[in-house]
């Protein structure tokens, strides 16, 4: 994810960023270097995990935490915001992007890989409604 994240920091920093959230932050490394690659340019940094006993249910529990975030994130965004997603070969991506695509967000492919036994996809979503706006 944070190879992903460098790849895009010039238009991250183009952005101005006023807060920068990572949820499912488990040790911290992807904020901690975003907020390397940054400095000054972002304002607040938060992160949020889920407690361990619940990420041993993981497995069972992602496919309700990724439709409950698909559903939360359009609402709580900033029109100019931009947000990336981490997942993997289990999730249900045509789900994500149609529900993604519902409340007006852009959808690319960042990087993918296999790490281990795991199938890796980085997503970047961007409100349709900002680049409609912006080009015009």
């Known amino acids: 994810m944070l190879d992903a994240l460098e790849s895009e920091i010039h238009f991250i920093k183009s952005l101005k960023p006023t807060i920068c959230l990572e949820i499912g932050s488990g040790s911290g490394i992807v904020l901690t270097g975003l907020a390397k690659c940054l400095g000054s340019c972002c304002a607040y940094y938060f992160n949020i995990d889920i407690n361990p006993r619940a990420a041993q249910l993981r497995l069972e ?15 709580v965004m900033s029109p100019s915001g931009v947000f990336y997603l981490l997942i993997v070969k289990e999730n ?45």
């Open 61 to 75: 529990r992602v496919d309700f935490v990724e439709e409950q975030s698909c559903h939360v994130i359009p609402q």
């Open 92 to 136: 249900d991506e045509e789900d994500i992007l149609n529900v993604m695509k519902s409340f007006s967000w852009r959808s690319s492919v960042i990087i993918e890989r296999k790490a281990g036994r795991e199938f890796l996809k980085v997503l970047k979503f961007e409100c349709v409604k900002m680049q409609t706006s912006v080009n015009d």
